[in-house]
């Protein structure tokens, strides 16, 4: 009988001593979801993009920076806690809330050494372009977002019959950064050129007017080196309209001609003949932008 009082002992202990082995492994399991915690997502902050990723994190712990996505077109810059990227976010903050980080990113360009005294180096197309042939966005100077139309009244350095800002009261002959579409979309890697820079690219290139996949522009090609970029025939856009397409080479410069005027690329061809200079245009119109970089 002691024999069986024994038995029946040694196996309760066995039990409760594998009960609380389990216990504590289990508490140890990082797939467990943690219930005083909150949740960090990670959004791509792009049309179709998604969420990236979701951490749940203890409260009061910091989250660790996942792996950097990846995008076509584009480089991964820094995460922020909202979308247009006016506060980037800090790793050591502890998290006290739920919360959404957004991905900022950088649009990618090919840059080509054309041998220009300057040192400056051409993007092989336009910013928000696919391809050397693509238009891509077209913009009024100075404005970083592009609009369905393109009037004087709707222009964000116009208001009341005065220019707000590039005017003569400022003095300011060429855009600032925060102006430059170029700068903000890359980062600050590329940027818009000055009259000065399209000038020295017309006269450091043997131009060539060519169709390219169904597209006529202008293939500029270093006198130096041979290296050449192509600017397709976009025209520009003004009001509900979009003119000169495949007749009219456009690109904005940097610089400004005058208060109601900034400097751009043109360039067609007539009876053989290639017209290529810079000339001013109204602010208010759009025209496709081509970056350059040091």
């Known amino acids: 009988m002691k024999n069986i009082k024994f038995l029946i002992g040694l196996f309760f202990m066995t039990f409760i001593v594998v009960s609380c082995k389990n216990t504590d492994d289990d508490s140890n399991n990082p797939s467990d979801p943690i219930t005083d915690g909150y949740t960090v997502s990670f959004d791509l902050n792009y049309e179709n993009g998604g969420v990236y990723k979701t951490i749940e994190v203890e409260k009061n712990k910091t ?172 025209g520009y856009r003004y009001e509900n309209t979009r003119d000169k397409v495949d007749s009219w080479v456009c690109i904005w410069s940097s610089t400004l001609n005058d208060e109601s005027s900034a400097y751009r690329l043109f360039a067609s061809q007539y009876e053989d003949e290639i017209t290529c200079y810079t000339i001013n245009m109204g602010r208010s119109s759009a025209m496709p932008i081509r970056p350059v970089c040091y």
């Open 63 to 234: 989250v660790t920076k996942p792996e950097n996505p990846t995008r076509s077109g584009f480089e991964f810059y820094k995460w922020y806690t909202d979308k247009t990227g006016e506060n980037e976010f800090d790793f050591s903050t502890p998290i006290v809330a739920d919360i959404t980080l957004y991905a900022q990113w950088a649009e990618k360009f090919e840059a080509v050494d054309l041998g220009l005294s300057s040192g400056i180096k051409w993007a092989t197309y336009n910013v928000g372009a696919k391809s050397p042939e693509d238009y891509g966005n077209y913009y009024a100077w100075g404005e970083t977002k592009t609009k369905s139309s393109y009037f004087l009244e709707n222009y964000s350095f116009y208001s009341g019959g005065n220019y707000l800002k590039y005017n003569n009261e400022d003095n300011l002959e060429n855009l600032l950064p925060e102006d430059d579409v170029a700068m903000l979309r890359t980062k600050d890697k590329w940027f818009i050129p000055s009259d000065e820079q399209i000038n020295e690219l017309i006269g450091g290139c043997d131009l060539s007017w060519e169709l390219k996949n169904d597209k006529y522009g202008i293939k500029f090609t270093s006198k130096v080196n041979g290296n050449s970029i192509f600017i397709p025939a976009s």
